[in-house]
Nanobody
Framework: QVQPAESGGGSVQPGGSLRLSCARN????????MGWFRQAPGKERERVAL???????YYGDPVRGRFTIDQDIAQNTVSLQMNDLKPEDTGTYYC????????????????????WGQGTQVTVSS
């Protein structure tokens, strides 16, 4: 399988915005759950946002209200809109896929995600 592929990272000042995009490639909506994760230097990889079955999205506490996950089924992409960025948002952002379990995509923890993109760097600094 071709891994998910991220794009759209870069450098931005605090308060700025970035939009990350992930090509789902072989990870179809019906069979896979998709999420965004990030890892800062010296820290563990953390869950940022999940694409949930009800379309509302799941968000980690640090980003809730500032980030939005959405998908374009026709383009087969999953995106992460990041607004009001803060220096603590700096890190490598990864798109990942998990085989859809029977209970759906809403409450998946990082252990379920086994297919990872290469990551894209986001730097928030003045």
């Amino acid at each position: 399988q071709v891994q998910p592929a991220e794009s759209g990272g870069g450098s931005v000042q605090p308060g700025g915005s970035l939009r990350l995009s992930c090509a789902r490639n072989d990870y179809t909506f019906r069979s896979y759950c998709m999420g965004w994760f990030r890892q800062a230097p010296g820290k563990e990889r953390e869950r940022v946002a999940l694409l949930t079955d009800d379309g509302r999205g799941y968000y980690g506490d640090p980003v809730r209200g500032r980030f939005t996950i959405d998908q374009d089924i026709a383009q087969n992409t999953v995106s992460l809109q990041m607004n009001d960025l803060k220096p603590e948002d700096t890190g490598t952002y990864y798109c990942a896929a998990a085989r859809r379990p029977a209970f759906g995509c809403t409450a998946l923890t990082i252990e379920f995600f086994t297919n990872w993109g290469q990551g894209t760097q986001v730097t928030v600094s003045s």
